[in-house]
């Protein structure tokens, strides 16, 4: 099946639609780091991005008629910015929201399908109107805004259209819903809103794909069966005192199904300590010592034994205090990039392109490879079935 993937950035989506089975026609990005990060990938022979058509350029200076054949899926992220906790919250007053171009690429190639990810804080009821403004456009793409109509004015246009019954026309059924990373297998507490469309003349009925990770069974795995440390040959003596989580772990009267979530220690265990063992280390790529972590109020690390708390990428660099591991002792320091690229789930092969600040930014901004797989899996099941 083919796809288009815009704002791909590191190539999280990207890489999680490919894996999902979809052969994208192209993808777009105009960050020249970014762009650079996946030519390398594709120099190195990286599947699957040794086939990505990249274009380097601004999406709304892309002509969707070049692209020559019919299109399945169209998949992004459009730049979070406007609706980012650590944003000035600006929305539709931001040039950098780039909605009104994700919005334009389903208007014209009539895709069967469309995902795309942003940040939770888009959820907010700051942004109510402008997140139903978005669902709207995207049910409706073909009801464009007219020149000098207000935002408000063209979201009435559409509210109108919608109640009335009468969709003539391009329209897409369109579901929402906040995703955690962390119960799709991904050692990383990430919160992520998806908006998922199907073209209606699909017929297609779909849902969000069942969490197949759980905290409770973490839980259990750490402190009721206790396999979980036998797994990482860590000794009772060596074992973290009964906390908070432990007490809730009693109240568990079964094994909960499904998989556990995964840890920092799960993904990073088997590399060497960057700090403690710099000339071993040394021998993996991106994976160099970061001076001046430092932990604060508010700020303390992600624990070994948990998901990691959120990667966040930061408006200038790598946020203060942020993306930190907090060893059992009570000392922290950064992840490096390979550690970074293994809680978003990338290809271990997988080179990332600029400094150490830069290349943080590329995977703060991210889509978990294994997130994006399992929801795109589920969409292309959805339109395999209707082929």
């Known amino acids: 099946m083919r796809s288009i993937e815009l704002f791909v950035g590191a190539g999280g989506l990207g890489i999680g639609s490919s894996q999902a089975g979809f052969h994208p026609l192209a993808v777009i990005d105009w960050d020249r780091w ?44 459009p730049p979070c910015q406007p609706f ?63 020149k000098d109509e207000p935002w408000l004015d063209h979201l009435a246009r559409l509210e109108d259209f919608e109640t009335s019954g009468k969709h003539d026309g391009l329209h897409y059924r369109v579901v929402m819903r906040v995703l955690n990373a962390a119960n799709y297998g991904v050692p990383q507490r990430r919160e992520r809103v998806f908006i998922v469309g199907f073209r209606s003349d699909t017929g297609i009925e779909w849902h969000f ?101 959120t990667l966040k990428a930061g408006v200038h660099g790598v946020p203060g205090g942020e993306n930190m591991l907090r060893r059992p002792d009570g000392s922290v320091r950064y992840f490096t990039v390979r550690e970074s690229a293994r809680l978003q789930t990338f290809p271990d092969e997988m080179v990332f392109h600029g400094s150490w600040t830069e290349t943080m930014r590329q995977l703060g901004n991210a889509v978990p490879c294994r997130l994006a797989e399992a929801v795109v899996r589920r969409v292309r099941d959805c339109l395999t079935q209707t082929s």
């Open 34 to 77: 970014a762009c650079d990060t996946i030519r390398q990938n594709r120099e190195r022979g990286l599947s699957p991005m040794k086939d990505w058509p990249l274009h380097e350029g601004d999406v709304s200076k892309f002509d969707f008629s070049s692209v020559a054949d019919t299109v399945d899926l169209i998949t992004g992220g």
């Open 84 to 146: 980012s906790m650590g944003g000035l919250h600006r929305a539709f007053l931001d040039k950098r929201d780039m909605f009104p171009q994700a919005i334009r690429a389903v208007r014209e190639l009539r895709p069967r399908a469309f995902v795309f990810e942003n940040v939770k804080g888009l959820t907010r009821t700051t942004f109510a109107n402008y997140l139903e403004y978005i669902r709207l456009q995207l049910r409706h793409p073909d009801l464009t805004q007219r």
């Open 209 to 309: 794909p069942e969490a197949s990770h759980s905290q409770d069974a973490l839980l259990w795995s750490q402190w009721r069966s206790g396999e979980y440390w036998d797994i990482h040959k860590v000794a009772k003596g060596r074992r973290p005192k009964v906390s908070a989580s432990a007490l809730r772990a009693t109240k568990l009267k079964e094994a909960p199904r499904g998989d556990r979530w995964q840890t920092v220690r799960d993904a990073i265990s088997d590399l060497p300590d960057p700090e403690l063992q710099r000339g071993v280390s040394s021998a993996y790529h991106d994976h160099r010592f970061q001076p001046g972590a430092r932990s604060y109020l508010g700020h303390t690390g992600s624990p070994l034994d948990e998901p990691a708390k």
